[in-house]
């Protein structure tokens, strides 16, 4: 799953509900940093935007073992950026061909019409009892006139089916058919965990879906025509969605049937990449891992899925924990004292120098100490 959107939520709105105003709120503190910087538009966002990924999110921690519980697995970040810039190098180059074409149409003379060609043609004479007669035939030919087709299509079938008169085979199309409908064949999850549109999710015929704790995100593909919102239709209730496109009057029904979980629909939102597909960004109303986003379509195994808690979706008590326990880890691989030794021997300083006491004059040694965790209330 694209896991950007909710990446790049602060601290401070972990716990808020990603909706319009929050966006908006998000939008306008880029467009400061811009601003902020007018003779260099491109290098003071890029260090914005990957500086706060690296400074506030796991974007950037791997998953080096099964037991870590922040971070993408190797590869799946940089897939996941290079995923987006591809994306609209797409549409620039295709903008620059469309302008292309468009100015060599212009330029170019019409070519003038076919000329008819006259062409003198002597029959040759029989050789059999008839009087041999020649005569003078004109043909007119267009210069546009198609050439006559290959003798080979004139011959006979020759395959073992026609000359055995056998049961007829199946054909390619056929055979392609079943394999795809083979297990075997099928694509294993592990496959869609290495691309970012199907990260704990799958890829179907005509949509994508991903997930994460809080969120679901399904991309319905569409046509190349399909470029402006106007010509996307979106329903989305709590039970059920439903995205068509219009063509006209008439309406194409690209996705639709009943969500096997509810969803908060005030939380929930939808876009289009023109020419690619309408992104829906669900809420999950309950945190369950989904094995389908339809009921009916084929479930896939959670137990493969990477069912670990992100970091936007923890609240602030939590993360503060969990920066305890990562600060404690690096000072304990470090050999330095961790944050519950730390908090004892603050305590202990006080009374080391005091009135009375025997270790006064002495250098504190915090060695003297064995303080096991729980002995220290946070």
């Given amino acids: 799953m694209s896991r950007l959107p909710r990446l790049l939520m602060t601290t401070s709105l972990a716990r808020q509900p990603w909706n319009v105003p929050n966006m908006k709120r998000l939008m306008n503190t880029s467009s400061n940093a811009r601003s902020a910087a007018p003779s260099s538009p491109l290098r003071l966002p890029g260090k914005v935007y990957f500086g706060f990924l690296y400074r506030k999110t796991d974007f950037y921690r791997l998953l080096s073992c099964p037991n870590d519980r922040m ?27 469309r302008r292309l074409k468009e100015l060599k149409q212009k330029e170019e003379p019409k070519a003038p019409p076919p000329v008819e060609q006259e062409v003198l043609v002597e029959s040759v004479p029989q050789q059999d009892n008839a009087e041999p007669n020649t005569e003078a035939v004109r043909v007119e030919k267009s210069s546009s006139e198609p050439e006559p087709s290959s003798a080979c299509s004139s011959q006979p079938d020759t395959s073992p089916q026609a000359t055995a008169g056998g049961p007829p085979q199946p054909s390619q199309d056929a055979k392609a058919e079943a394999s795809s409908t083979d297990p075997a064949s099928a694509t294993s999850q592990t496959q869609y965990q290495a691309d970012p549109d199907s990260y704990n999710g799958a890829t179907r015929e005509n949509y994508s879906w991903s997930q994460d704790y809080t969120d679901v ?139 009375g006491s025997p270790f006064r004059g002495q250098q504190f040694d915090p060695t003297m100490f064995d303080i096991p965790p729980r002995a220290v209330q946070f």
């Avoid at 697995?73 to 797409?90: D, L």
């Avoid at 046509?223 to 063509?247: A, E, H, I, Y």
């Avoid at 986003?293 to 936007?312: P, S, T, Y």
């Fill in 71 to 97: 971070g993408f697995p190797p590869g799946i970040a940089e897939k996941m950026v290079q995923k987006a810039f591809k994306s609209f190098e797409r549409l620039s180059e295709q903008g620059r061909d």
């Fill in 217 to 355: 995100e399904i991309r319905v593909f569409v046509s190349k025509t399909v470029v402006k919102g106007r010509q996307v239709l979106v329903n989305l209730l709590p039970g059920s969605v439903r995205v068509c496109v219009r063509d006209g009057a008439e309406e194409q029904v690209l996705m639709e049937g009943e969500l096997p979980h509810k969803i908060n629909t005030e939380n929930s939102l939808w876009s289009l990449e023109p020419g690619r597909c309408v992104v829906l960004s669900l809420s999950k109303v309950g945190e369950v891992w989904w094995n389908a986003v339809l009921k009916g379509e084929k479930e896939i195994d959670i137990n493969q899925i990477n069912r670990e808690r992100g970091m936007a979706s923890v609240d602030e008590e939590e993360h503060a924990v969990l920066d305890r326990l990562s600060f404690d880890y690096h000072q304990k691989l470090q050999g330095k004292p961790q944050s519950h030794e730390m908090k004892v021997h603050d305590m202990l300083k006080k009374g080391w120098d005091a009135e």
